[in-house]
């Protein structure tokens, strides 16, 4: 009869990671084929105004940006010295901005948390600013905010 030795201590055998490098490259070309980059092109030239009650908008991803300024310099011989509107990569007039505004909606999930960020230059006058908010009402997007930097 053979004898069974207790004396040994039992000791957890060692994880096998050789597998770990593979998940690690899986997930990392999940999301690197998952995540999309939105990059606009600016076409207006803008100085953001300087605030000193400023909050971060908490989901950048439901956020439409709305540009608003005098063309940039290359534009300007074609386009005029005036204060246009970007959304996205096109100008567009106040009326376009429903249109817009509907488009991004449809792309969203929570089409409830969309909110228009307004990057409005510091020398744009108050009438065109008017003018892209009363689309806004008209359209149902309630939820604006503007852009500024923090005061010193």
Same mark, same amino acid.
């Given at each position: 009869?053979?004898?069974?030795?207790?004396?040994?201590? =039992?000791?957890?055998?060692?994880?096998?990671?050789?597998?770990?490098?593979?998940?690690?490259?899986?997930?990392?070309?999940?999301?690197?084929? /998952?995540?999309?980059?939105?990059?606009?092109?600016? &076409?207006?030239?803008?100085?953001?105004?300087?605030?000193? *009650?400023? *909050? &971060?908008?908490?989901?950048?991803?439901? /956020?439409?940006?709305?540009?608003?300024?005098?063309?940039?310099?290359?534009? =300007?011989?074609?386009?005029?010295?005036?204060? =246009?509107?970007?959304?996205?990569?096109?100008?567009? *007039?106040?009326?376009?901005?429903?249109?817009? /505004?509907?488009?991004?909606?449809?792309?969203?999930?929570?089409?409830?948390?969309?909110?228009?960020?307004? &990057? /409005?230059?510091?020398?744009? &006058?108050?009438?065109?600013?008017?003018?892209?908010?009363?689309?806004?009402?008209?359209?149902?997007?309630?939820?604006?905010?503007?852009?500024?930097?923090?005061?010193?």
């Amino acid at each position: 009869m053979s004898r069974f030795n207790k004396k040994g201590s =039992r000791e957890m055998p060692e994880m096998n990671t050789s597998s770990l490098p593979d998940l690690i490259f899986t997930i990392l070309f999940f999301f690197m084929i /998952v995540t999309t980059m939105r990059e606009v092109t600016l &076409k207006v030239k803008f100085t953001v105004p300087a605030g000193t *009650e400023l *909050e &971060k908008l908490e989901k950048k991803s439901a /956020v439409s940006f709305v540009y608003v300024g005098p063309p940039i310099d290359q534009l =300007r011989a074609t386009m005029g010295s005036g204060t =246009r509107i970007q959304l996205n990569d096109k100008f567009a *007039e106040p009326a376009e901005i429903m249109d817009f /505004v509907a488009r991004e909606r449809s792309t969203m999930s929570d089409q409830t948390a969309q909110t228009i960020s307004l &990057k /409005v230059d510091q020398k744009t &006058k108050m009438g065109i600013v008017t003018d892209i908010k009363q689309v806004l009402r008209k359209s149902w997007a309630l939820k604006i905010n503007y852009s500024a930097t923090r005061r010193n």
